[in-house]
């Protein structure tokens, strides 16, 4: 059993069991809430090729290198 983690990506909330996949555009508000033992595997793409330079530009952060 690998649990059930409820996702909500902008406006809308919803439900994800194994097997399931979802998307979010970048700079799209996002959280997921585990609601029971959950196993959640997360693959982030960044188009610069720059994950750092990325965050900093959503978040105004200064991530250093």
Do not use: C
């Amino acid at each position: 059993k690998e649990g059930k983690v409820r996702m909500s990506i902008g406006s809308e909330t919803f439900v994800v069991e194994a097997g399931d996949t979802y998307h979010h555009p970048m700079g799209v508000k996002h959280q997921h809430e585990s609601l029971e033992d959950s196993v959640r595997i997360e693959i982030k793409f960044y188009p610069d090729g720059n994950a750092i330079e990325s965050w900093n530009r959503l978040v105004g952060g200064s991530l250093a290198k």
